[in-house]
C-alpha cells in the first residue's frame, strides 16, 4: 500500500509541471522547491485510515489463536479486498465527478464474468494446459475481453439510461436500478439461468506452503493483481493532466469547466474505464468462487456500496483502504463469528461513519 | 364516500370505473370464480396493494428511496409466525404477533430514519440495501426461531382455518350462492376489510395537514425548512408509518398463507416487484399502488402464460425465443419500468388523470 | 524557473515588464466593445433575477460594475461564463455570439473567471491548482515569473495542498489562475471581499499593472475605493437591471449621483 510520496523538484524542471502525491488527500512538503520558512504549516499525511487495515490485522491475530490460519485468512481477506476495489474503483469516481450513482454497477460485474466465461470454456484446452505461458495467455485474453465489452457497455448505459437524468437523484436510483434488472435477465436470456462452472487455468490453482500456512496461488495473484490496479489509478491521478482534472472535477466541477476543459466529456471516459474495470473484477470474482450466476451483481453491490461510503465517496485511496478492510472483516468474522458475517461490515460502516460521517477521506467540496 | 376517501377522490372517471369493477370484483371473487388459484391471487392482490401504498407514501409522498421495506414486510410475518408456533394459537397469540412486529418495524424504522435521514439520499439508499441483506442473513441464521430457509407454518385461530365451518342443524356445511362458508372464506374477508382499512388509513394519512407538509418537503426541502418544518421530524415519521403499515400487510399475508420464509417475504425480488409497481401504477397517486398491483400480478400470472407460447413459437430463432421466454418476463417488466421513469413518471394513474 | 527572491509587491511600485509589451492607460472609445450585454434575462428556477441586462465592456479598459447585494451582480457574471443559461437576450464577445455556448467554450474562447468564492481546488497544491489553469501546456516561465511576483505568498506555498492558504492567499490564486495564461477578458466577481485592508491594496496594486497589459476586465466589487482606484467606466446595477453606466471619473466626481445609486459617499467609505 502506497501512501502520499514526497517528489523533490529538480532545479531546472518547470515548477508547473512538478506535482506531489495527493491521493490520500494531503501532501507533504518539498524540501528543495520553496524557500524554506520558518513557521509554514506542515501538511499532515492523513495516515490514520490507512492504519486501519494493519490494525484490523493485528487485532484478528490473538483472536484467531494458530498463525498459519491467520496467515491464510488474512491473504484471502486481501484478495478478496483488492478484488472488490477493482470493481468499487470506478464506481466512486464516477460519484465523486459527476454525482452520479449507478446502483446497476454490479451489473458489468456480472457481465465481465459472462465474457469471461465465453472465453474460458471454449479454450479449455489453454486453461487445462500445464504451461504457465498459455495459462496466462488465456487469462489475459479473458480480462482483456470482459473489460472491453464491459466498457463498450458503460458508454451505452452512461449514454442511454444515465444522461437523461442528470441531477436527478430520485431517477438515477430507480433507472440504473432498473438498468440492473434488465441486464440480469439478458444474461439469463443469452447464457441461461444455470450456475456456469469456472475452473482456474491450471498453474493457478493448488497453494503454496508457508510454514504451516497454506496459500492459494490464485488469492496471491489477485492481490497482485489489485495492487497492480491501484498503482496504475494512483499514477494516472497524480502524475497525468487527466487525473488532475479528475480530482479537481470531483471537488468543483462547475469551475474546472470554467477554466475550460468539457467534463462531461471526461465523465463518459471515466464511466467507461469504471466499467471496465467492473468487468474486470467480474473475472476476479469469477474465478475466485469458482463459479457464476447472473445474480453476483446484485450480490456483490451491497458489498460495493459498503466500501465506497466507507472510503468516502470519491475518494481512491478510501476506496482502496474500505475494500481491504471490508475483505479482511469477511473473512475473519467467516471463521470466528460465522453467523454474524455480513453484520460485521455493516457495523464496521456503522463505525466508521460515526468517526468520519463523510467516509475515511472526504472529498473537499465546493 | 368522499370524507370515507380522505378527499382523495380519483380524479379520472375511467380510474373510478376501474376501481369500482376491481372493488366489486374483489367482495365477489369466491362467488365468482371457484377455485384456489383465483382466492389466492385476490388476496394476495390485496395484501401487495397495501404494501405498495406504504411504499407510495415514503417514495412518492415524501421522496425517499428505501430498500428495507420487505424487510418490515417480513418483520410483519415472522412476528405473527413466531408468535402463533411459540404460544397456543389463538386470538391472543396473534394479537401479541401484531403488536410485536409493529414495536419491532417501528424502532427500527426510526432508528434507521434517524440515522440515515440527515445523510443524502443515495448514502439512504444504499444504507437501507445493506441493511436489508443483512437483515434476510440473520433470519435465515437464526432458524431456531424462524425456520431458516424453509419457513414457519403455523395454525391460525379456528375461525380462520379451512377446517372450520359454519354448520347447521344436520351437521352440514352451510352454503351461500354454493360457496360453502368455511374458515377459508372468512380468513378471505379478513384480509379483504383488513387491506381496505389499511387502504383507506392511507389515504387519510397523506391527505392530512401531515401528508401535506410531506409533499411540501419532497417538493422543495430546502423551503420546507425555512419555513419552519423540521423535515427531518418530517421523514422519520414517514419512515416509521410506512414501516408500520408494510408490517400490517405482512401480517395480513401470514395469516392467509398460515406460512412465512424467506422467499414469500423477505427476497430481494420482491422489493424489485414492489418498485416496479410504484412507478408503473404511477408515484405518489396511492391509486396507483391498487392498479399497477392488479395489472402487476395479473401479468405476472398470465402474462408468462402468453410467452410460453411466443417462446415456443419462435423456437427456430434461438436467442428471440430466449427472450421470449416465460422466465424472462421481469426482463420485459425492467423495460417498462425504466421507460415509465422516462416517459411516464406519473404511471397510469397519471396518464389516467390527464386524459380525464 | 531559476530561484529569484522574491521581492515584495510594493503598492503603487512601477509597472514591471509584463512579458507583454504595449501598455494602454484608456479604452479605445471608437473600438466596439469587447463584451456586449444586451436585454439579457436569467432565471434561476422560478426566479426571474436578471430583467433585462445591457451593458458594453471596452476593449483594454476594467468596467466595475457596482450595486447592492442582491442586484444581480454575480448573476450576470455567472450568465456571461455560462454557469446559467441566459433565458432571453445576447451575449456577445468581440462580434461573436456566445449567448447560447457551454461554458468550457465560453473559457477557451479567453474569457478568464474569478469566481465569488474563489473556486479553488482545496486538495490539489498551489502548483497543480496553476497548472490546470494553463492550458496550453506548461505555463511560459516569464509570465509565471511575472504572476509569482505580484502574488509572493504563491511561491512559499507553492508545493502545500491549497486548503491550507489562508482566505487573502486563496484569494491570489484565484487570480493568478486566471492570469497565467493570457486571457482577453478576465470577469471578477469581489475580489477584495472578506479582505483585510492591507491585502486590499496589495489586489488594487495587482489590478493595476494587470491594466498594463492587453487584458479587458469586468469587476464586481462592493469595495468603491477599489472600484475608483481601478476602473475605467463603471456600470450600477439594481433589481436585475443596469440602471447607470459611465466613466468612473464622472462618478467619482459626483457625491450626489454615488449617494442616489449606492447609498454612500466617497468619504464615508474610506
Known amino acids: 500500500m502506497t501512501a502520499g510520496r514526497t517528489v523533490s523538484e529538480s532545479a531546472a524542471a518547470h515548477p508547473a509541471s512538478s506535482t506531489t502525491a495527493s491521493a490520500t488527500g494531503s501532501t507533504t512538503v518539498s524540501a528543495t522547491a520553496a524557500p524554506a520558512a520558518t513557521g509554514l504549516p506542515a501538511a499532515r499525511l492523513d495516515w490514520l485510515p490507512l492504519a486501519l487495515a494493519p490494525l484490523l490485522m493485528l487485532l484478528a491475530w490473538p483472536l484467531i489463536g494458530s498463525g498459519s490460519t491467520w496467515l491464510t485468512l488474512t491473504i484471502a481477506g486481501l484478495a478478496m479486498g483488492m478484488i472488490i476495489f477493482v470493481v468499487s474503483s470506478g464506481l466512486t469516481l464516477v460519484f465523486g465527478l459527476m454525482d452520479v450513482l449507478n446502483f446497476g454497477h454490479g451489473a458489468f460485474i456480472a457481465l465481465g464474468a459472462y465474457i469471461a466465461a465465453s472465453v474460458l470454456l471454449p479454450l479449455a484446452p489453454w486453461v487445462e494446459a500445464d504451461s504457465l505461458a498459455l495459462n496466462l495467455a488465456v487469462f489475459a485474453l479473458a480480462i482483456v475481453a470482459a473489460m472491453a465489452v464491459a466498457g463498450v457497455l458503460g458508454l451505452a448505459f452512461e449514454r442511454v439510461m444515465v444522461r437523461p437524468v442528470y441531477g436527478q437523484h430520485l431517477k438515477q436510483i430507480l433507472i440504473t436500478m432498473g438498468g440492473m434488472i434488465v441486464a440480469e435477465q439478458l444474461i439469463k436470456a443469452i447464457w441461461g439461468p444455470e450456475t456456469i462452472a469456472l475452473t482456474l487455468p491450471a498453474s493457478f490453482r493448488g497453494a503454496v506452503l508457508l510454514g504451516d500456512a497454506a496459500i492459494e496461488k490464485y488469492r496471491l495473484i489477485a492481490v497482485v493483481l489489485g495492487l497492480v490496479v491501484f498503482l496504475a489509478m494512483l499514477l494516472v491521478l497524480n502524475r497525468t493532466r487527466i487525473g488532475l482534472l479528475i480530482r479537481a472535477g470531483v471537488e468543483n466541477r462547475e469551475m474546472v469547466e470554467a477554466l475550460g476543459y468539457r467534463v462531461r466529456r471526461l465523465f463518459v471516459g471515466v464511466f467507461a474505464v469504471g466499467a471496465g474495470l467492473a468487468g474486470m473484477g467480474g473475472v476476479l470474482w469469477g474465478l475466485y468462487q469458482q463459479n457464476i450466476t447472473a445474480a453476483i451483481g446484485a450480490q456483490v453491490n451491497v458489498l460495493i456500496f459498503i466500501v465506497i461510503i466507507i472510503g468516502g465517496l470519491g475518494s481512491t485511496a478510501g476506496c482502496f483502504v474500505g475494500a481491504l478492510l471490508v475483505g479482511l472483516m469477511a473473512n475473519y468474522t467467516g471463521f470466528l463469528f460465522p453467523k454474524v458475517a455480513l453484520f460485521s461490515n455493516i457495523l464496521l460502516m456503522v463505525l466508521i461513519l460515526l468517526w468520519r460521517p463523510q467516509g475515511l477521506y472526504p472529498v473537499a467540496r465546493r | 364516500m368522499i370524507r370515507l376517501l380522505s378527499g382523495d377522490t380519483p380524479r379520472s372517471r375511467t380510474l373510478t370505473v376501474l376501481l369500482l369493477l376491481l372493488l366489486l370484483a374483489l367482495v365477489c371473487t369466491p362467488f365468482l370464480i371457484p377455485g384456489a388459484r383465483a382466492l389466492n391471487m385476490a388476496a394476495k392482490i390485496c395484501i401487495f396493494v397495501v404494501l405498495v401504498a406504504s411504499y407510495d407514501l415514503l417514495l412518492g409522498y415524501t421522496g425517499i428511496v428505501s430498500f428495507a421495506h420487505t424487510m418490515f414486510f417480513g418483520i410483519g410475518g415472522y412476528g405473527v409466525a413466531i408468535a402463533m408456533t411459540r404460544f397456543e394459537p389463538g386470538w391472543g397469540a396473534l394479537l401479541a404477533g401484531i403488536v410485536g412486529a409493529l414495536a419491532v418495524s417501528m424502532l427500527l424504522a426510526l432508528v434507521i430514519g434517524l440515522f440515515s435521514l440527515r445523510v443524502r439520499a443515495i448514502f439512504f439508499a444504499m444504507i437501507t440495501l445493506a441493511v436489508a441483506t443483512a437483515f434476510a442473513t440473520l433470519v435465515s441464521q437464526l432458524s431456531a426461531w424462524t425456520g431458516g430457509e424453509d419457513g414457519l407454518s403455523f395454525k391460525v385461530p379456528a375461525l380462520l382455518t379451512p377446517g372450520f365451518a359454519l354448520e347447521d342443524a344436520d351437521g352440514e356445511v352451510r352454503e351461500w350462492l354454493g360457496v360453502p362458508l368455511n374458515g377459508k372464506l372468512f380468513s378471505y374477508y379478513l384480509v379483504l376489510a383488513g387491506a381496505a382499512v389499511l387502504f383507506l388509513l392511507l389515504l387519510r394519512v397523506v391527505n392530512s395537514p401531515f401528508g401535506r407538509v410531506l409533499q411540501a418537503i419532497r417538493e422543495n426541502d430546502f423551503r420546507a425548512e425555512a419555513i419552519g418544518y423540521r423535515t427531518v421530524v418530517y421523514r422519520t415519521v414517514s419512515t416509521v408509518l410506512s414501516a408500520a403499515f408494510a408490517t400490517l400487510a405482512g401480517v395480513l399475508m401470514a395469516i392467509w398463507l398460515r406460512y412465512n420464509g424467506p422467499d414469500t417475504s423477505l427476497s430481494f425480488e420482491i422489493m424489485v416487484d414492489i418498485l416496479l409497481i410504484v412507478v408503473i401504477g404511477g408515484m405518489g397517486t396511492m391509486y396507483g399502488a391498487v392498479i399497477g398491483t392488479v395489472l402487476f400480478l395479473l401479468a405476472q400470472t398470465y402474462l408468462q402464460d402468453v410467452m410460453k407460447l411466443a417462446s415456443e413459437a419462435t423456437a427456430a430463432l434461438p436467442l428471440l425465443s430466449s427472450l421470449l421466454h416465460p422466465d424472462r418476463w421481469l426482463l420485459w417488466l425492467g423495460l417498462l419500468f425504466v421507460l415509465s421513469v422516462y416517459y411516464f413518471p406519473q404511471g397510469i394513474v397519471g396518464r389516467l388523470r390527464a386524459l380525464r | ?270
Do not use: C
Open chain 3, 1 to 270: 524557473m531559476s530561484e529569484r527572491t522574491a521581492s515584495p509587491s510594493v503598492p503603487n511600485a512601477a509597472p514591471q515588464a509584463a512579458p507583454q509589451g504595449a501598455s494602454h492607460a484608456a479604452p479605445h472609445a471608437a473600438a466596439p466593445p469587447l463584451l456586449r450585454l444586451a436585454g439579457v434575462q436569467t432565471h434561476i428556477g422560478p426566479y426571474h433575477i436578471l430583467h433585462g441586462v445591457t451593458l458594453d465592456v471596452p476593449r483594454g479598459g476594467v468596467t466595475m460594475l457596482l450595486g447592492r447585494n442582491g442586484a444581480g451582480k454575480t448573476t450576470t457574471l455567472r450568465t456571461v461564463m455560462g454557469l446559467w443559461r441566459a433565458s432571453a437576450g445576447r451575449i456577445e464577445f468581440d462580434g461573436r455570439d456566445i449567448t447560447a455556448l457551454d461554458t468550457p467554450a465560453i473559457a477557451q474562447a479567453g474569457i478568464g473567471y474569478v469566481p465569488e468564492n474563489m473556486g479553488v481546488f482545496s486538495d490539489l497544491t498551489v502548483a497543480e491548482n496553476l497548472r490546470l489553469a494553463a492550458r496550453q501546456g506548461p505555463a511560459d516561465p516569464r509570465r509565471l515569473d511575472w504572476v509569482l511576483r505580484m502574488f509572493p505568498a504563491l511561491k512559499v506555498f507553492w508545493h502545500q495542498r491549497a486548503g491550507v492558504l489562508s482566505g487573502g492567499q486563496k484569494q491570489m490564486l484565484s487570480v493568478a489562475r486566471a492570469i497565467v495564461e493570457p486571457r482577453r477578458l478576465l470577469i471578477v466577481d469581489e475580489p477584495t471581499k472578506g479582505l483585510a485592508p492591507a491585502i486590499i491594496q496589495n489586489m488594487i496594486a495587482v489590478f493595476r499593472e494587470l491594466k498594463q497589459t492587453e487584458v479587458s476586465m469586468l469587476l464586481v466589487e462592493q469595495n468603491f475605493q477599489m472600484a475608483r482606484a481601478v476602473g475605467d467606466t463603471v456600470a450600477v446595477m439594481d433589481d436585475g437591471r443596469v440602471v447607470h453606466a459611465g466613466s468612473m471619473a464622472q462618478l467619482a466626481a459626483d457625491v450626489g449621483l454615488q449617494q442616489r445609486l449606492l447609498g454612500l459617499s466617497l468619504a464615508a467609505h474610506q
